[in-house]
């Protein structure tokens, strides 16, 4: 059967996806893709891969169902129930996935003023933002204090000293360093103050008439270990003593990102969220009127998108000792939305779109992207795969965290385009909501809320 799959175990029938009518009045926009009920991104990306396999453009593409940020959101709530996710926008900063999540009721932590911009123009209020970047220019403090973001991240005197001078009304986090040798993604090198440090930050902010209202860490991205955020807790515990010692009115705990996204992560994430869990009764227990938030980036966005790629090219290669090996030249890649992949210890296995006979031989192939860069690989490591042809497909699961935001147009390629998806069932996802003190009244959104009731 044209179209079918292999290497997966299943075989799809094709047929062209069901696009939503978008008529005036609509909630339903246009060029979102509704979606069956049990439709997945993965057999929408099938289709779009049946429609373009008769055309010579065969660009990369993602598909994003937006259905699992509600369903992302739901466990990261029932897991961690006294923590109120603020999602990290620098993981996908998809206009889609932000409405949705400010639907759902989630506050967002911005890095930059575009960030802040893009939050605030779909309506979030500055009190469900946290601008989590401890290093921040001067013109985006100033943004930040004229739209009324208060909540500010710091880790040095140099920062403490520029918003005294720009900002003096901001409600100061404190973000301490962290143990992060068990995470894929370290942040520590570059940000964090150490407990000895934070003495000195915490009485200048006083010196200053600054307040700082609590404390975060960020234990890396994809943290491997639950013991990481435990430390990194009971440090916050320290520190919010030193800060009431100095003063400060410490109220707000932010325990940030790490935690791990796609599907089969191990430790898994309700594991990580017990640990998480038990230190919080211990150093912060209920009733301690402290508010806790997080950050979340990869949790939420990971498992949103599948991405097809398409060989652009082939070579073989007969190495010394007589192993075969093939080259494919992919046309996305390093530079385009397999920016992190490098640094992953493994690759991902992509699933091969292709039919082939049950039990194909398998070679090692590098994995190349389309720029002129020999860098430009997707993975360090050699994937086992099977003979493939140019013009031929492969899909990534698991590819919305830190793909399309991190793309370029290096050597001319532009970024692939997504396809976003949804249940229309979805469109009632306002029962989803959370109360939280920090949260605002949300408006803005007219996708979701507006077709309930
Ligand atoms: C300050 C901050 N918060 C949150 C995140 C999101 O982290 P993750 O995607 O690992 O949850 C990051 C990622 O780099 C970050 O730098």
Redesign the pocket.
Known sequence: MEGSVEGSGTSTPLGKPKESQGHPGSVWPKELIALEPGESAWQVALKKIQELSDSDHRDPFMVADLGVLASRHRAFCQALPRVSPFY?V??SSSVWVLRVLDTLGTGF?C?SQVELDQVLGLGVAPSRIIY??PCKPVSHIQYAARHGVQLLTFDSEEELTKVAQHYPGARLVLRLLTEDSESI?P?SAKFGASLEACERLLKSARDLGLAVVGTSF?VG??CRTPHSFRQAIADCRRVFEMGRAFGHDMSLLDI????PGGEGCEPQFEEMARVINAALAQDFPEGSGVEIIA?????YAASVCVAAVNIIAKKAVLESGGRRKLLYYLNDGHYGIFRLFLREPAPSTPIVVKELCSDPPLFPCTLYGPTCDAFDKLFREEVQLPELDVGDWLVFPSMG?YTSSMSSTFNGFPPASTYYAMEPKLRCLEGERRDSPLRGSPQGLSLVRGACG
């Open positions: 990290a620098k993981c932590d890095a989590a970047n993604f942040l960020h991205s994809n940030g990102g790490g935690f950050e979340p980036g990869r949790f965290a």
